[in-house]
Each structure stands twice: as structure tokens, then as C-alpha cells.
């Protein structure tokens, strides 16, 4: 496999954000994934969030696990740091980049077998936690890099390439995340460009654990007749609940919208959440709803999508640490150890 | 009956019943005599079989200062129906019983080559208090009470610490002191106390502090600059994490906020606590997880792409025996393989070998240090016997002119002026690249850190001679640990001598004495204490420099002489193995049998042997 970097040369019309930066500013290297791998999608998606929030690339922690979808963090933001760890285990190492550093924004990751499988602990408990991250799930249905094996959330009945059918019962990690207490919880497709990309900057935005499930086709193992995770089953059973507008504080709002179809949610940072209602009695801030509407219409074999849950008021993990403001990273000696002075008293107590 | 007779030289055991309140009247006794003068080794001993919830605390009064286990018990203080058959059983003839006779027992119950000292604790306890849990807790003390008048203990000393312990809190202080009398007073009304053994005040103990090595090491995880604990709970190690948190609470917390300068995180498991170790030490800060075998087990994927991704990470490593549970609740150093090479692929990681509480403190603010230095795991290799049971040993130090060693991080300046920056380029000759904490410059010094499939600067290549230029890198910064790490020391015999002795961690004191003890029978080895792998120079010149070398180690393979003799490429038949792993501390007396016995066959001639 060779490495392939993209000709450095901007067009010079290429516009900039309120940053300095342009779009290409936010790629990486050329994407050695399946041509119309759903998760390329994804990468683009996340790039074009994080450009119109005018987000300082190298301010970005990539983290991910192992599988295709966790190789793309090395296709996007090129000028973050990024951390492709072991299998299913990237929460943890989130957790722990977190921890130590609070200011950096941190963008997890992950594929259905990595997630659900393999690492539904470490997913889990990252969830309960409430660590500050956003973190994204590509999912398939399959296992893509080791060549299209079920995954854990592949529907039951649902068919494989090779014509089997799986037997056991999925796992919705969206439903899992809600339950487990994440505070921002949503599922999208990664063919609906205009619903994920909202979705990526309302879960930046938002400060706690914020989760996003993608569908996200995989053209090599699971697009063909029988699947469910394929783009034409995902188009004709996707039930959008709603769309985000999300905006910023400093924006007007222009668009007039008829009473009952409009939920407004002021994140913590200031920022203003405009949901337009699909389904006029959804309301996107009630947990319980929100799972059995999920479980619902998951029964009826539909994909339901949008923002499902938000909590206004986020706790997250350094809150509950009670951890001081100023990043870990840059402490030294001088506020981290207590002298000697002290340690001598320690001796003599010891004595 | 001769009866054991013996000043500042003994062995008291007290069996109890957990819970019971025995473990801080237990550590009075042992304390009051520290406070005399007269240096003690006490150990717990807690088996996982609950049944009659059993738990031990062995006291070894020792005037020269030995402080390994010795064996043998002179005094059993048997507080513990359930276990008394086996505890009277292990009294040495001649030695003591001590126990409550409120009920009497059949003689049969009894030996007649012991002296037999029954006190009614139950009865004077009931008579003094009403309160149930005072009856229990008081019963602890009576006995202490007695037994500091059977065996000459100075009350004074005791009742010193009692008003140490409950400084302000007056009527506590006065009871204890009330139940401290009901039994030295009972012994002086109804005992014969001209026992045996006797405690006489001595100068032996110095300045030395009275801690154990899980407390020690977190002490220095404080000190050496930790900021992230990730760990799961596991026997003999999760009183290092708390110790942490308890430090921390009182050292760590920003006096102008109130917020913590430290956090805590309970894991899910092992996998998570070192994921969450090593996600910290990318991001720049010093984290470390506590744990035993079976969590370093579960660790060793993320182990292995720690020494990969070149991240530094402290795994502090309290050894037990075996897997599952039972003889977990006993000592080993039987980790020393599966912790040098853990994981898959060619790795191997640095360890050090703590020999008492001192160097818990002191290796685990080193492991940090090294850890930044090196870029790697580093583990601190302690065990049961050091981490669970307070030891006296020599005062902690810390300069305060020490500074954390951060090593090689390129800073947001040297980016903006242009320096080069290659992740995985060894700039220095010693193996040891540059890294940048995430965040640090707008256009430079980002890189994408993965296991092995990347070139110098970082960048994905699964070319075989890429990879082969990243692995002999490693094994350059590999050498230049050698120079980095705690050095051996010597012990010189006190005549030349052609044999020679290697041991390291928990073994020390019972080596010490082993040696002393050796060298009184005119036995010379010249000694060496391994503190760390990978092993210096002077450690293959020390065996190289002998025609025979004993490796005294508490495991069952000889794990670290597998390890000499295929990293120095040397003679096994010269690397003897001395091998103590039933779960008991190592002694002196075992390590004497078996390398006399091994000497006195070595020096039977071979010819003579064929003649025989
Ligand atoms: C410990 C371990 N076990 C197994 C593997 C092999 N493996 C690599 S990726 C993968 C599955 C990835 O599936 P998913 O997370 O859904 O990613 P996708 O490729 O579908 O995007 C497996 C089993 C591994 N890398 N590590
Ligand atoms: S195998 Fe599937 S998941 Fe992997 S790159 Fe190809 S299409 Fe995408
Ligand atoms: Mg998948």
C-alpha cells in the first residue's frame, strides 16, 4: 500500500473560513477505501462540519479503533493528531487523551464490529461516563476490512453476500447510548449528506458525550439485495424524525417556520440548536421517548434518523472529577509535587 | 519442656477473625515495640478461603534488623475458633500459647510441650462493657494489655500512640487506655509473666518509617507527577489506587479552586484502565494504572502498541500468585516473563524491581520519569509482600530541585522555527525519537500514531525494510535504557569467592540475612540486587566474573535467570536456581538450606562422586 498525498496547490479562489482556513485545510491524504464506500462519505462529511464551524484543525484529536472505518481519520484533517488504536478499544484511549488534556476537541471513530462487537464494553462505559467526545460509528452491518463477516448489528433475517442468513438479534447502539445516559444521540445515513452534516456540528457543539450511528453502506461486503444496511434499504426505509438548522448565536434567523414544527435547543456554549420537525410529536429532548420510538419503529423495519436525543444541560466526565481548568499536559512540577518540606512531615507521621 | 527463650528475637502470631477489629490492635502491638527501639516485620496473611473468616498477622521481632519472614512461630495468640487446631499445631515446641479462656477446653485441645497462657478476655470484657461492638473491639486491646505485660512492652509507648491516634478525641483515648489496663492488669494479678520472651528497649530502628509499599508507590506516583490513574480493582493492588486518591485528596487539590489536580478513573476492566493509561501518556500527560498478573494479562494487546506507538505509560505490577482466586492472596514474583515480553510481535519492556517500601516510592516516581524519557512502558515490578505489609525502611527523599524529565517533546517554538520533525526519526543517536503533544503548533507536528506500519516520519509504509529500520531503532533505545534505569548493587563477599548470588525484589532482607548467615558457616558469595531489565552491563560482568551464580528468585521456572542466560548468551549449567513459590515469603532459612545443600554437592569432587 503506498501513501498518497493530494497536490498541495490551492486554487486560490478557494474561500477560507473565519480561522484562516480553507477547505482543504481539513483533508488528508487521497482515501484508499472501496470507491463508494459509504464511509468516504463520512470523512467528507466531517470535514465540511468541522470547516463551517471554523474549527482549528490541529485542536482536533482523531482517535479510532481498527477496521475500514477506522482507518478514515487518516483521510480527513491531516493536520490533527491522530490515534489509530486497537481493536474496539478506542473509548478508552479517548477517555484517557480526554483526561489529560480537557481544551482539545475529541473526535472518536469506530465500525459496527468495533463498537458493538468487540468494544460494546469500552462503548458502554464511555457512554456512562459522559466523556466529552464526539463519537462517530460507521456502520455497515459487517465486518468490512476482514472481509464481510455479520457484525453484531446486522439485522436479524437479514442476508449476507454469500447467502446466509443471520439469526441472532442486532444491536442498536444508538437505542444502547440512550440508555446508558449519552447526552446527545442521533442516527443518520451516510448517502444524506445534508441531515449528517448538521448532526457532526450540533455533536461538536455539544459538550458531553454525543454519539452519531451513520448507516453507512459497504459496496464490497453488504450492498445487495437482503441486507439491510444497503443504500437502496437504508433510502426506502429511512424515517427522518427531524432535520437540524443548526446555527450559531450571532446568526439571525431568517426563515419563518408554522407553530409546533420547530424545537429549539440553546446548547451550552450559546449555540442554537433549530430542529425542524418531520414527525411533529417527536420532541428531541425526552430520553424515554426517544428509545421507544427507536425500538418502535425499528420493529417495523424502518431506520429512524435525526437528532434523537439531546440534553441541554450536559454533565460531562471532568465535571464530575471535579478537574481543574487548565489542561493536565501543561502542569509541572511546580503544582504537581508537594516538596520536600512536606514529604518530611509524611516520614515523621510514618514513624 | 525447655522453654523458648529469646529477647528482641521472636515470632508472634495472631489468628483473628476478619472483621473482628484485630488488624489495628494488631498493628499497635507491633508499633508500640518500633516505638521501644526494637525493629519488627509484620505480615498479613489473608487466604481467600472465607470461611471462619480467617486472617493471620505474623510479628517477627527482630534486634539485628532482619526483616524477611523467618518461619517458625514462638507465640500464637489464637483469637479464631475456627482455625485453632492448625494454629496450635504451628507453635514450635517450647513456644507460647496465648488464648481466651472464658470457656474451657478439653485438654485434648492442648499440647503439653508448650506453655499454655489462657487470659478470660470474653469474661473481663463483658464485665467492663455493655455495648456489643465495644465488647468486640475492646476485647483487641485487653489482649494487647496482656501481652505487653507478658512480654515487657513499655505501656507508655503504647499509650503514646493511643494519643497520636486520638488526638482530640479525649474519651475515645480514655477507654482505650481503660481496656489497655483491664488486661495489664489481670496479667499482673493472675499470670506468671516470667515467660521467655521478652521485648527490652534497643537504639536498632533509627529514622526508618513504618509504611507499606502500596502507599509508598502511590506516594511517589504523587511526588513523580501523575496526574491520570486509570485502574480495576484486583487483590494485592487496588490499595495503591486508593492510596492515590487519598494522597491526592489532601496533596493534590488546588488551593485557590478547590478542583483536583489529579484524576481518578475506576475502569470497566483492564483493557480500559492501560487504554486509558495510554491515551493520557499520547496526549502528554503522566498516567499510570495499578494492577496484578491477570490484569497485566488482559493489558498486553495495548502493551504491545504502547512500545509500538512509542507512549509512555507506569504499570505498576503488585505480583501474586497464579490466575482465578486462592492463592492470589499470597506472594510471587512469577510475572518477571509474561511483563518483560508482554504482547505480540518483538517487544520488551523495562522493569523495575522495588526491594521495600523506599523504593516503591522512588521507582515509581523514576518509572515516570523514565517512562516520558524512554517513550514506552515501564513497569514497577513490587509484589503481596512488599505492597500489602507495612515494612520499616529508609525515610523517602525527594529533591526539590528535581524536575520531571519530560523527555524528548518538541515544543510549539522549536516547530515555528523550523525544526525538523520525524515522530519516528532518531535525531540523537540514542534511539530515542522527538514526539509533539496534540495541539501544539497550527501547521506542524501533527502525525498519525499507529503500531508498526509507518516510516520515520510517521508516515503508513508496509515496507519490510522500513519496518526493519523502526525495529533496530528500538532496540537502540533499548541500550541506551540500560544506562537510564536503577543500577545494581553489589554485596562483596568478605573473602574472594568464585561463587556468586543474583536476586532482586521481596527477596532482599531474607537475602541479606541468608548471607550473613552463610558467611557465619564460612560460606562467601559475593552478591548482587537486580533493579531493573533490561539488565546493565554490570550484571553480565558480575557473572561473567563467577563460575557460579545463584539465582534466587520466588517463582517456579527461575523466570529472571531464563532471561540472564538468553539475553548474556550464557552457560546454563553455571546459573543455579534457587526457587522458593508456595506462596509464602521467601526465608532465610529456606535460601540457606538450598544454596548450602547445592555448595556441598558442587564441592564434592566428581571423581570422588563416580567412586561412590
Ligand atoms: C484483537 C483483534 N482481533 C481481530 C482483529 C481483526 N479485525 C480487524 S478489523 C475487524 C472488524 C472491523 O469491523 P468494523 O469495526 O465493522 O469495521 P469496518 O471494516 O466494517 O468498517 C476485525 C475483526 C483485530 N485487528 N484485532
Ligand atoms: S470493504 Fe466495505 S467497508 Fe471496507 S472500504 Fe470497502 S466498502 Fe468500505
Ligand atoms: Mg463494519
Known sequence: ???????????????????????????????????????????????????????????????????????????????????????????????????????????????DGDSASIGLGQFAHSMRRGVNMVYIVMNNGVYGLTKGQFSATADKGSKSKRGVINSDEPIDLASLALQLGATFVARSFSGDKTQLVPLIEAAIAHRGAAFIDVISPCVAFNNHPGSTKSYDYVREHNEAVNRIDFI?????????????????????????????????????NNRIAAMNYSQEHHAKGEVVTGLLYVDPEPQELHGYLHTVDAPFNRLSSRELCPGSARLAKINASLR | MTRIQAVNDFVVKFANVNGSGSASANELFAKSIIRMGVPVSPRNIFPSNIQGLPTWYEVRVTDQGYLGRRGGVDMMVAMNPQTWDEDVAEISPGGYLFYDNTKPLPKSR??????????????????????????????????????????????????????????????????????????????????????????KPSDRVGDRIFIDGNSAAALGLVYGGATVCAWYPITPSSSLAESFIKYCQTLRVDPETGKNLFASVQAEDELASIGMVIGAGWNGARAFTATSGPGVSLMTEFIGLAYFAEIPATIINVQRGGPSTGMPTRTQQADILSCAYASNGDTKHVL?????????????????????????????????????????????????????????????????????????????????????????????????????????????????????????????????????VPQPLTRPAKKATRNGVLFFGSTSPSMHEALDRLEAAGEHLDAMRIRAYPFCDDVMDFIARHDRVFIVEQNRDGQLRGMLINEGGIDPAKMIAVLHYDGTPITARFIVADIADKLARYNVTPIKKVAS
Open chain 1, 1 to 111: 500500500m503506498t501513501y498518497i498525498a493530494k497536490p498541495k496547490l490551492h486554487h486560490p479562489s478557494l474561500t477560507r473560513n473565519k480561522a484562516g482556513y480553507t477547505r482543504r485545510d481539513y483533508e488528508g491524504p487521497v482515501s484508499t477505501l472501496c470507491a463508494g464506500c459509504g464511509h468516504d462519505s463520512i470523512s467528507a462529511a466531517i470535514i465540511q462540519a468541522c470547516f463551517d464551524l471554523d474549527i482549528q484543525p490541529h485542536r482536533v484529536a482523531k482517535l479510532s479503533g481498527i477496521g475500514c472505518s477506522s482507518k478514515t481519520p487518516t483521510y480527513f484533517l491531516g493536520n490533527s493528531h491522530g490515534f489509530n488504536s486497537v481493536h474496539g478499544r478506542m473509548p478508552s484511549v479517548l477517555t484517557g487523551a480526554n483526561l489529560a488534556n480537557r481544551d482539545l476537541l475529541y473526535l472518536g471513530v469506530s465500525g
Open chain 1, 248 to 284: 450559531t448565536k450571532r446568526d439571525e434567523i431568517t426563515t419563518d417556520y408554522a407553530p409546533g414544527t420547530v424545537q429549539e435547543v440553546v446548547q451550552h456554549d450559546g449555540s442554537i440548536l433549530r430542529l425542524r420537525k418531520v414527525d411533529e410529536s417527536y420532541d428531541a
Open chain 2, 110 to 199: 492442648f499440647r503439653d510441650d508448650i506453655t499454655v497462657i489462657g487470659v478470660p478476655l470474653t469474661e473481663i470484657c463483658n464485665a467492663a462493657y455493655s455495648d456489643p461492638r465495644q465488647r468486640q473491639l475492646f476485647k483487641n486491646i485487653i489482649y494487647v494489655g496482656a501481652l505487653s505485660s507478658l512480654l515487657d512492652i513499655d505501656p507508655a509507648a503504647i499509650e503514646k500512640l493511643f494519643a497520636e491516634q486520638y488526638r482530640g478525641k479525649e474519651k475515645l483515648l480514655d477507654s482505650n487506655i481503660k481496656a489497655l489496663n483491664l488486661g495489664r492488669d489481670y496479667a499482673a494479678a493472675h499470670l506468671d509473666c516470667d515467660i521467655g520472651l521478652k521485648v
Open chain 2, 352 to 484: 523495575l524491581f522495588p526491594e521495600d517500601p523506599h523504593e516503591c516510592f522512588e521507582f515509581s516516581a523514576t518509572a515516570l520519569d523514565l517512562a516520558d524519557r524512554l517513550q514506552t512502558p515501564v513497569f514497577v515490578m513490587t509484589d503481596l509482600d512488599i505492597g500489602m505489609n507495612q515494612r520499616l525502611s529508609a525515610p523517602f527523599v525527594w529533591d526539590d530541585a528535581r524536575a520531571y524529565d519530560r523527555g524528548k517533546v518538541m515544543t510549539e517554538e522549536e516547530l515555528e522555527a523550523g525544526k525538523t520533525f520525524g515522530r519516528y526519526l532518531d535525531v540523537d543517536g540514542d534511539g530515542i525519537p522527538y514526539r509533539t503533544y496534540p495541539g501544539t503548533h497550527p501547521k506542524r507536528g501533527a502525525y498519525f500514531t499507529r503500531g508498526t506500519t509507518k516510516d520515520r516520519y510517521a508516515r503508513y509504509s508496509e515496507e519490510g525494510p522500513v519496518y526493519v529500520d523502526n525495529m533496530e531503532r528500538l532496540v537502540k533505545k533499548f541500550e541506551t535504557a540500560k544506562s537510564l
